[in-house]
């Protein structure tokens, strides 16, 4: 194989895991910025029922994600990414039940959308590399984004005491950037040979397509302009 092949099949092979998900998704995020949904988010317009609708869809992915990462809590792959404080679900539970009241659980449903992006994810309990894609995509976002978006949803719903954004919050992890630093270097530890970690790079990608088909089914929230 010519030193060209070699180049084209090995893109990015100096930088780390961590590295190569962060720069190959970069365009996938920034058109993710871009959607309606997350812009009208982000400025403030969007209704609240657009946002309790979100934190609905959030409460699928997060149950999915969470229940297969018990399954691979002690797989050398899988479990790598095992942290079991980053868990989301119980803080969407409490959520939800301010959001939607009480009787919550009976009134949500997921998006069809959102139905087949759990699916997918509960499909990777046999790969635990395609895994290890969804759950970067999803928790380094929420723990990096999803700071400022709180910020934006406290001050647009003014939910100043917790209740209704506890979903951003993550109080058992201590500083976000060391949180942060550890969690790609528990993922740059793996050492997965080139063919691998180019599957979850394409996996990641698979998860920024859901979460943008999951906001363009939101936009019907979205206020016209
Ligand atoms: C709603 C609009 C969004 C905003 C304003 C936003 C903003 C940001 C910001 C400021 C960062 C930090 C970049 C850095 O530290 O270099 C970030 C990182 C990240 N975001 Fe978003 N984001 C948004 C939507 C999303 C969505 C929809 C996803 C995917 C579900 C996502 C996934 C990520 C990931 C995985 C990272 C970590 C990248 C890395 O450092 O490896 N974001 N985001």
Redesign the pocket.
């Known amino acids: 194989m010519s030193t060209a092949q070699a180049t084209q099949q090995r893109p990015d092979s100096s930088l780390s895991l961590?590295e190569r998900?962060?720069t190959d998704?970069r365009q996938d995020?920034d058109s993710?910025?871009s959607n309606s949904f997350?812009k009208a988010?982000?400025a403030g317009t969007l209704p609240r029922e657009g946002y309790t609708a979100l934190a609905v869809q959030h409460y699928f992915i997060y149950t999915a994600l969470e229940e297969v990462a018990q399954s691979l809590a002690t797989h050398p792959v899988g479990g790598a990414v095992y942290f079991p404080e980053l868990h989301r679900v119980p803080a969407l539970e409490r959520d939800l039940a301010f959001l939607c009241g009480p009787d919550w659980r009976d009134t949500i449903t997921p998006l069809p959308s959102t139905r087949a992006y759990a699916e997918r994810i509960r499909w990777t309990a046999d790969w635990p590399g395609g895994f290890i894609a969804h759950h970067?995509?999803?928790y380094?976002?929420d723990l990096?984004?999803g700071q400022?978006?709180k910020r934006v949803v406290q001050q647009t719903y003014g939910f100043d005491d917790g209740a209704g954004i506890e979903f951003y919050v993550f109080d058992q992890l201590g500083s976000l950037p060391r949180f942060?630093k550890s969690y790609r270097a528990a993922v740059d530890a793996l050492n997965l040979d080139e063919a691998e970690q180019q599957r979850i790079i394409e996996e990641a990608h698979v998860?920024?397509r859901f979460?943008t088909e999951m906001?363009n089914e939101l936009s019907g929230f979205v206020p016209a302009s």
Do not use: Q
Request: hydrophobic letters at 40%; zero cysteines; glycine letters at 8%.
């Open positions: 961590s998900l962060r998704t995020h993710a910025e997350a988010l982000l970067y995509t999803r380094l976002g990096s984004g400022f978006i942060k998860a920024y979460n906001m």
